[in-house]
């Protein structure tokens, strides 16, 4: 688990179990599909329904669960869903409290959020494309690590994301 920013970790989900998951003071982006979204699964039938309303980001007090695969294709991704998780970050920051984002290994969901959040919401990345970005992100963060999805939403999506 590694601090990219004041108060805000990227980590895995032993990081999540081990460190965060009993303690006070934290919101968490659980930031992959299984299991922690699954989790929230009413239906019992091991999937999700589209048409529920929670199907693609839910929120449970201070922690966010996304329906987002690791190799998932970058048009499944709705902006909506990256909108409401890096409001909920900010959100959570200014209300004091430490945040991590987490996915199963720390290496693409996760780290890909926290470098949309940085981009977004702090002047670190302003006036820098992509690749400069992930140069700078990947000295704070050695483990990032996109996966091609991942990859390719960031190249779509980086002009929306960061400030010029």
């Given at each position: 688990?590694?601090?990219?920013?004041?108060?805000?970790?990227i980590g895995t989900d032993t990081d999540y179990e081990t460190i965060v998951k009993h303690h006070n003071g934290w919101a968490v982006v659980h930031a992959s599909r299984e299991p922690y979204h699954l989790e929230l699964n009413e239906y019992g039938d091991g999937e999700?329904?589209?048409h529920y309303p929670d199907w693609k980001v839910a929120r449970r007090d201070n922690r966010l669960f996304l329906n987002l695969a690791q190799d998932q294709d970058p048009d499944d991704i709705p902006d909506d869903l990256l909108e409401t998780t890096l409001e909920f970050i900010n959100e959570s920051l200014e209300s004091g409290l430490k945040v991590l984002i987490h996915c199963t290994n720390?290496?693409?969901r996760g780290p890909a959020i926290g470098l949309l959040y940085l981009g977004s919401f702090t002047d670190k990345f302003k006036d820098t494309n992509l690749g400069e970005a992930e140069y700078v992100f990947k000295k704070v963060y050695p483990g990032y690590k996109p996966s091609r999805g991942i990859k390719?939403?960031?190249?779509?999506?980086?002009?929306?994301y960061s400030k010029d």
């Open positions: 688990m590694i601090e990219i920013f004041h108060h805000l970790f999700f329904a589209k720390g290496t693409s390719r939403f960031l190249r779509r999506s980086w002009h929306r």
